[in-house]
C-alpha cells in the first residue's frame, strides 16, 4: 500500500465524513423515508472524488482514439444544438410530448429515421449518440416512453421526465471508455428489444415497462470506473457503507432513488406505489451484479426444465426482467461484428486503466487489466465463454427461440470464432487493422478448435 493511497484515502474519507455519518445511521435504522432525500442526493455523486482516473496519462494508442472520436463530436456540434439542449433540460422551453426536440433540424430525420428502427437489432448507438449531440439516453427514453404509452398510463410530468432523465445522464461518467450514458442507451435499446419479444410482449403490464427501461437506463449510474474488488481493497466509502456487497449495483439503484426524489416524477403516484417502484428497480439493478451470476442462471434453467414459468406471474415476470437486464447488459457480443467490437475495446480500456491505477498505487493488478498480458481477444473469449453463452443459451430456450434469439446466437459465435483468430496472432492493435471481409473469407461461424 503506497503512501500515495493512503494519504487520498484519508483525504476522501474528511471530506465525506458528514454523509457516511448519516448513511451509516440509516443502515442502522434500517428504513429510508422521504426525509432522508437530502441525504440520498448528496450520496448519489459518492462515487466520484476517490477514483481519480486523471493521475494516469493515458496511452498513445487510447489517446489517438479519443482525439479522433473528439474530431468527430467537434464536428456534430453547433451552438444552436447545445443552447437548445441546455435550456431544455434546464427546463426554460416548453415541451412537447415527443423526444426529437433536443435535435437540429440537419440531424432530425437522421435521428428520427433511426427511432423508426429502434426494435432494431442493428441499431447503431454510437452513431445515434453523435446524432443527439450525447443525449443518446435521454432522447432514447423519451422516444421508448411515448411509444409505450407510459407517459400517459402513468400521467407524467414531462418537465419532471425531462429533469430526471437528464440527471441520470449526467450522472454517467462520460470519460469511462465503457461505463458511461451510451452503454446505459445500449443496454436500454438491448431491453426494449427484449421485451419485445413475443413470449414476453403480451403479459408485460405498464408498470413491467416502465421498471425495465427505468432500471437499464439506470443500472450503472454514476459508475467510477473500477470494480467492486478495487473499491474493497482501496477502502472506498461505497464499499464501507454496503458491507463489499453489490457495491456498485446498490450505489446505482440509491443514486436513481435519490433521482426520482428529486426530479418528482413520482410524486403524484400515491406513496405505497412509488415505494415498490423504488423497491422493484432496486431488485432489478441489484440483479446485474456478475457475482450472482450462477444464482439466477441455475434458477432460470430450473425453471425452464421444470416449464413452471407462469407470466400471469407477477414474480415470475420481475424475474424474466431480472434476467432480460442482465443478458442487456453483457450482450454486446451478440451484436454486429462492428459494434460489438467497438464494446470490447472500450471495456477493456476501462479494465487497462483500472490496472494502471493499481500499478501506480503499487497494488496487484486485477485480473484481466493488466494491459501487457491481458489481450482484448483472450478477455472477449473468456467473456463469452463463461458469461455471454451459459445465459443466452437459457434465453434461446426460454425464447422458443425467436427470430432474435437466432440472430444474436448467430452473432454470437461468428465473433467468438473471431476473436479467436485474432488471439493467434495475440496483438491486441490488430484487432482495429483486421480487413473486415476476413470473417467472410475464413468461413466466419465456425467455433474456437
Ligand atoms: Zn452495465
Known sequence: MSCLMVERCEA????????????????????????????????????????????????????????????????????????????????????????????????????????????????????????????????????????????????????????FLGLVQDDYHSHNPYHNAVHAADVTQAMYCYMKEPKLAEHLTPLDVFLGLMAAAAHDVDHPGVNQPFLIKTRHHLASLYQNTSVLESHHWRSTVGMLRESGLLSHLPADMSQDIEQQLGSIILATDISRQNEFLLLFREHLDNQDLDLQLASHRHFILQIALKCADVCNPCRDWELGRQWSERVCEEFYRQGDLERKLNLEISPLCDRQTDSVPAVQIGFISYIVEPLFDEWQRFTEPSLLSQLMMSNLHKNKARWGRLRCVHAPAETQAEEPEAEERDGGGEDIP
Open 12 to 163: 476522501v474519507t474528511f471530506k465525506w465524513s458528514e454523509q457516511n455519518v448519516i448513511w451509516v445511521r440509516m443502515l442502522a435504522d434500517g428504513r429510508l423515508n422521504a426525509g432522508h432525500a437530502g441525504v440520498l442526493l448528496a450520496e448519489r455523486r459518492g462515487s466520484y472524488p476517490l477514483i481519480d482516473l486523471q493521475l494516469l496519462k493515458p496511452s498513445a494508442q487510447q489517446g489517438q482514439v479519443e482525439s479522433g472520436t473528439r474530431r468527430k463530436l467537434k464536428r456534430l456540434l453547433s451552438f444552436q444544438r447545445y443552447f437548445h439542449a441546455s435550456r431544455l433540460l434546464r427546463g426554460l422551453v416548453s415541451h412537447t410530448p415527443g423526444s426529437l426536440h433536443l435535435l437540429d433540424d440537419d440531424y432530425l430525420g437522421q435521428a428520427a429515421h433511426m427511432l423508426s428502427k429502434v426494435d432494431s437489432w442493428s441499431f447503431d448507438i454510437f452513431l445515434f449518440d453523435r446524432l443527439t449531440n450525447g443525449n443518446s439516453l435521454v432522447t432514447l427514453m423519451c422516444h421508448l416512453f411515448n411509444v409505450c404509452g407510459l407517459i400517459h398510463h402513468f400521467q407524467l410530468d414531462m418537465v419532471k421526465l425531462h429533469r
